[in-house]
């Protein structure tokens, strides 16, 4: 069996119809901008993987660096613990933030950033006694997954399943839609 074949039998893939999506690209290698198929096609990259690969795949200093890291200390759990690797990166992510922004707090994800970020704001009023529930959120955003990240979403055909378990948000026109709520109105 290829790739693509073993891949029916087991995997489901993220923002995917399963029954309707063309067949997955099997990959097998990347370097920089190119990713290589299991038949010989050499891909561009044009998207970075959705943005993740931004210096490239299998980039040598990236992964000298992680090889590294892995070889001394390749996880550990950060609630109540630290390291190095931790402390250096939030030293230097504080040092190019604006001055009121003091201390760093790692998420894995897009989505999971969005819930921490959701999650300090609902308790950093809650801490001053006020309880403040109603967030403001742009129309056609996208946040990610996760449900406090799809409330804060646009409405769009991945958030709609899940409209009725989504807390309620204000929505503030973005700027695509006021531009063209402007044209309409002029013409
Ligand atoms: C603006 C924005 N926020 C949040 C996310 C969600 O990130 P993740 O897919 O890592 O959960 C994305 C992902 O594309 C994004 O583009």
Redo the contacts with the bound molecule.
Sequence with gaps: MNLVERDRKVLWHPYTQEKTAPLPVPIVRGEGVWLYTEDGCKILDGISS?WVNIHGHSHPFLNEALTAQANELEHAMFAGFTHRPAIELAEKLVAITPKNLTRVFYSD????A?EVALKMAYQFWQNRGQERKTFVALENA????TFG?MAASGESNFTKPFQNLLFKVLRAKSVPSAVSDGLTRSE
């Design positions: 959705w994800n897009g989505s999971t969005v996208y946040h990610g997954d990240a």
